[in-house]
């Protein structure tokens, strides 16, 4: 049996993100992927699932994969969830838990539990780890300052994989952070299947002190101007659902 070794970027913003400023369209964000020789992509937009057949071609023209994805909000905190062609906003715990039953083949990551902000999941990865297939290692840190050691603590301690991403808002942050994942086929189950039995390989380099000061100047400017979008006095980009 031949194996493929696939490496994916599963956490990533667009201008069509509803509650970021993102400078960059899908395709920019695919062709960049392509650049750099990414086999899988998920667009993971807060509260906004942006798919379509003429962009899952536009991806496939350029060899990448694109899987259905999103970063929900449930009961206000990040969750990303993967293999829903058709997304509809889970209010509760409880409802992804239902939502999971009810569709073996879907994937759930605990974004950046540990890190300091509101949306952080924190304690309630452990009360709800049955909702999670796997906890992600986010590429923003340094040998110094890493959120990420408490992550790889409870994926040990609830015996779930670490996934590597970049949570992507610029362009130049593709391919910081990643893993490579072992499989049969190029699809979305075999990845999902992979990921959950842990087949990963993760590559990750800390950032310097100067990256990670860059990168916190540069995500309270995305602040500002997101927060100038939603009072309406910032117009969005065209997005590309609107394009196509």
């Not at 942050?173 to 075999?190: C, D, H, N, W």
Request: proline fraction near 4%; hydrophobic fraction near 40%; charged fraction near 25%.
């Amino acid at each position: 049996m031949d194996f493929l070794k696939l490496r994916m970027e599963l956490h990533s913003h667009t201008d069509f993100d509803p509650q970021d400023w993102i400078a960059h369209s899908a395709e920019d964000l695919i062709e960049e992927c392509a650049r750099q020789k990414i086999d899988v992509l998920a667009i993971t937009c807060h509260r906004a699932q942006q798919w379509s057949e003429k962009l899952v071609e536009f991806a496939h023209s350029r060899d990448v994969l694109l899987i259905p994805a999103v970063e929900a909000s449930i009961e206000g905190k990040d969750v990303l969830i993967y293999g829903l062609e058709r997304y509809e906003h889970p209010v509760t715990f409880e409802t992804l838990r239902n939502l999971r039953r009810d569709n073996p083949n879907v994937l759930t990551i605990a974004p950046h539990p540990f890190y300091p902000a509101r949306t952080c999941l924190h304690e309630l990865l452990s009360i709800y780890e049955d909702c999670f297939d796997a906890i992600e290692y986010c590429h923003f840190y340094t040998r110094f300052i890493n959120f990420n050691n408490k992550a790889l603590a409870a994926a040990r301690a609830l015996r779930k994989p670490i996934v590597g991403t970049s949570d992507i808002h610029f362009l130049k942050q593709v391919g910081k952070t990643t893993s490579t994942v072992t499989v049969t086929e190029r699809s979305f189950a075999a990845i999902s299947t992979a990921i959950k039995a842990g087949r990963m390989e993760l590559h990750t380099t800390p950032l310097t002190t100067r990256e990670f000061a860059s990168q916190i100047f540069q995500m309270k400017w995305l602040e500002g101007k997101s927060r100038l979008a939603r009072m309406g006095l910032l117009r969005r980009q065209t997005t590309v659902l609107e394009r196509l």
